[in-house]
C-alpha cells in the first residue's frame, strides 16, 4: 500500500489542476459567444452538458475505480480531458462547443476529480483522520482556481481564447503522470462482513440520510456553477469588467483552500450533517447580503471572499457522511451517484441561468432561487441519521 501522504498530494494536485482549468470556463463566456455568434443561453448549455455528462458519468467511473482502481481512471480521463479542451480550440459552432466543451469535458471531469481520488484516498487513511485528509484534497480545487483562473484571464488577453484553450489543455495533461500517485487495486473492506456492489447500492437505496444527501448536493451543483459561469458576466453588464469577474473567481479559489481545509477538519470533530446544515444557511445570508448591498468592485469581492470560504466545504463533508454511515469499500460508488444529483444542480445553475438572462435581460430571479434553495438544503440535513450502518455477518 502507498504511504497515505503520497495519494494525498497526488489526488490534491490532481484535482487542482483538473478543477482549476475547469473553473476558469466563465471567462471564456464573452469572447466565445462573440466569436461563435451564439447567446448567453448557448454557451451556458454548452456548461450544463458538460456538467450533466459529469454527473451521469460519475457512477459508472466511480465503479470502475472501486473495481480496477484510481490510477488508470484519472489517465485515461486526462486524455479524454484534453482532447476536449483541444476541440473547443477549433470548433466554429455551437455544436462543436456542446460536442467539447460539453460531452467530452464532462466525462473527463468525472474521472480525474473527487469521486475518484477520494475514493482513494478514504481506504489509506484512518477514519478518525479521513475529514482532514478530504479537506486536504478538496482544497487543492480551490487552489487550482486561486493559481489557474487569473493564468488564463492574461492567456485570454495575449493569445486569444483558442490559443489560451491549447494551453490550459497542456496543463491538463499534467494529471497524466500525478495518476501514478492514485494507482492501485482497491482492498476488500476491513470495516465490516464483506459486500457486493449490487448489495452496497440497495443498503444506500433504502437509507433516508442517502437521499437527503442527494437532495442537498443538487442545491450545492445549482449554486456554485451558477455563480462560476454566470457571475463575471454578472459583473461586466454592470460595467465593473471582467477583469474584476476573474478577480472574483481567484479569490473564491483563496477563500475556499482555508474553507475547504476547515470543513473537513471540523468532521472529525463535530457531526457533519449540522456542519453542512450551517453552510447552506450561510449561503443564504451572503446572497441576501450582496444583492442587498450596493455593487461595486469591493462588494462583488467581499461577496466572493465570503462565498468562498463556503465554497466546497460541502464536499469533504458529504463524502466523509458517505464513507461515516456506509463505510469506504464503495465509497467513489455511492459518492459518484451523490455528485450526480450535484451536477444535476449544476447543469440547470449553468443552462437555467443563461436562458432567464436571455429571456429577461436579468439574473435576479436566479439570484432569489439560490436564497430559497440554500435555505431548503440547509434545513434537509438535519433529520440524516449519520449513525454506521449495522451489518450482519453471514453465519
Known amino acids: 500500500m502507498k504511504r ?6 497526488s489526488a490534491a494536485l490532481i484535482v487542482t489542476l483538473a478543477m482549476g482549468v475547469r473553473q476558469a470556463f466563465g471567462l471564456f463566456l464573452p469572447p466565445m459567444s462573440v466569436e461563435l455568434g451564439i447567446g448567453r443561453g448557448t454557451f451556458g448549455l454548452a456548461v450544463a452538458i458538460s456538467n450533466l455528462v459529469f454527473g451521469l458519468a460519475q457512477p459508472f467511473v466511480g465503479a470502475l475505480a472501486d473495481r480496477h482502481g484510481a490510477g488508470r481512471v484519472v489517465f485515461f480521463g486526462t486524455l479524454v480531458y484534453v482532447t476536449g479542451m483541444v476541440g473547443a480550440s477549433w470548433v466554429g459552432s455551437a455544436l462543436g462547443l456542446h460536442l467539447t466543451f460539453g460531452l467530452l469535458v464532462g466525462l473527463s471531469l468525472a474521472a480525474t476529480t473527487f469521486v475518484v481520488v477520494l475514493g482513494a484516498v478514504g481506504r489509506v487513511v484512518p477514519a478518525e483522520r479521513r475529514g482532514l485528509a478530504f479537506g486536504i484534497v478538496t482544497a487543492g480545487g480551490s487552489l487550482g482556481q486561486f493559481l489557474v483562473v487569473p493564468g488564463a484571464q492574461l492567456l485570454l488577453s495575449e493569445l486569444g481564447y483558442r490559443l489560451a484553450l491549447i494551453v490550459l489543455a497542456g496543463v491538463v495533461a499534467i494529471c497524466a503522470v500525478l495518476a501514478i500517485g492514485v494507482a492501485g487495486k482497491p482492498a476488500e473492506a476491513t470495516d ?12 444506500a437505496a433504502g437509507h433516508g440520510g442517502f437521499w437527503l444527501l442527494n437532495a442537498g448536493f443538487f442545491v450545492c451543483g445549482f449554486q456554485l456553477v451558477f455563480i462560476a459561469t454566470h457571475f463575471p458576466a454578472y459583473l461586466d453588464d454592470q460595467g465593473l469588467g471582467l477583469g474584476i469577474g476573474a478577480s472574483a473567481l481567484a479569490l473564491i479559489g483563496l477563500f475556499n483552500i482555508f474553507g475547504s481545509y476547515l470543513f473537513g477538519l ?5 457531526r457533519r450533517k449540522y456542519v453542512l446544515s450551517g453552510i447552506y444557511a450561510a449561503r443564504a445570508v451572503v446572497v441576501a447580503l450582496f444583492l442587498a448591498a450596493p455593487l461595486s468592485a469591493g462588494t462583488a469581492l467581499a461577496f466572493a471572499a465570503a462565498m468562498g470560504f463556503l465554497w466546497l466545504g460541502t464536499v469533504p463533508l458529504t463524502s466523509g457522511l458517505i464513507g461515516q454511515i456506509f463505510g469506504v469499500r ?4 455511492l459518492y459518484g451517484i451523490v455528485f450526480l444529483s450535484h451536477q444535476v444542480g449544476s447543469f440547470f445553475g449553468a443552462w437555467l441561468a443563461g436562458y432567464v438572462y436571455d429571456r429577461s435581460g436579468s439574473y435576479d430571479a436566479v439570484w432569489a432561487a439560490t436564497i430559497v434553495l440554500a435555505i431548503v438544503a440547509a434545513l434537509l440535513h438535519l433529520p440524516i441519521r449519520d449513525t454506521a450502518v449495522h451489518r450482519v455477518q453471514p453465519a
Open 330 to 333: 464503495y465509497l467513489s460508488t
Open 192 to 203: 465490516g462482513p464483506a459486500q457486493s456492489l449490487g448489495q452496497a447500492l440497495n443498503e
Open 266 to 270: 471540523s468532521g472529525d470533530f463535530w
Open 4 to 9: 497515505p501522504w503520497i495519494v494525498i498530494t
